[in-house]
């Protein structure tokens, strides 16, 4: 089924490891975000890429990098995790200039200990 | 800076009842406003959307929403509810042209559904 593919799906680091969450969307969006979900405090934009080849800081980039790989792939990685990194994780992707609204992934629960 | 208000952090509603969950948006162009729903351990799914045009949009699930501009609100509204309506409700306000630079949410509203 077309949509948003997210992996892992859970994970729980150490604190001080890295690792990388993957998204990929096959509806040949241009836009993809990455989002976290946190307890009474709705889903905060980490980073975007409005296109293949750009990325840009959201509200709550501090921690975080990404990689939009090509069109499909957009990638988050959390070089040192810390606990404050606790949170569910959604991918999103957005075609620019149709008003669709955006399609999520069903998310990673990441826990850091 | 965009930002979204969901006022009701959590609502009690019986079976059958009518449900009109809140959403005030603060936005400096013409918005783009969104309501999603969210089953527990699950991704977020649009309900219904607004761009131009009518005020009364219509979504799935049965639910609608009015968007009324002096008031800055998009409200999501369901005559009858389900108990599989129970769930979290999330509003959002893009920019005009496709949210190229992300959606705003709101913090969200819990929807509890009783027998």
């Known amino acids: 089924n077309a949509g948003v593919t997210q992996t892992p799906k859970f994970q729980v680091l150490k604190t001080g490891q890295s690792m990388t969450l993957q998204c990929a969307q096959d509806m040949n969006h241009n836009s993809m975000y990455w989002y976290r979900q946190d307890p009474g405090m709705g889903l905060r934009l980490i980073y975007y890429s409005a296109s293949e080849g750009t990325t840009d800081k959201g509200e709550v980039p501090n921690g975080y990098n990404v990689s939009r790989l090509n069109k499909r792939e957009f990638s988050l990685r959390l070089e040192s995790a810390a606990p404050s990194q606790t949170s569910v994780y959604f991918c999103?992707?957005?075609?620019?200039?149709?008003?669709?609204?955006?399609?999520f992934g069903s998310g990673t629960r990441l826990t850091v200990v | 800076a965009q930002s979204v208000t969901q006022p009701d952090i959590h609502i009690t509603v019986s079976e059958g009842a009518s449900l009109e969950l809140r959403c005030n948006y603060s936005y400096g162009a013409t918005p783009y406003l969104f309501w999603y729903v969210q089953s527990p351990g699950q991704g977020l799914q649009l309900l219904l959307k607004y761009f131009s045009g009518d005020t009364l949009v219509q979504g799935i699930k049965g639910f609608e929403a009015e968007f009324k501009r002096s008031q800055s609100s998009f409200n999501l509204r369901k005559p009858s509810v389900h108990w599989s309506d129970a769930a979290e409700y999330f509003c959002a306000v893009g920019e005009k042209g496709g949210g190229a630079d992300g959606l705003t949410f709101g913090k969200g509203t819990h929807l509890i559904i009783q027998p």
């Open positions: 999103a992707s957005s075609a620019i200039g149709t008003p669709n609204g955006y399609t």
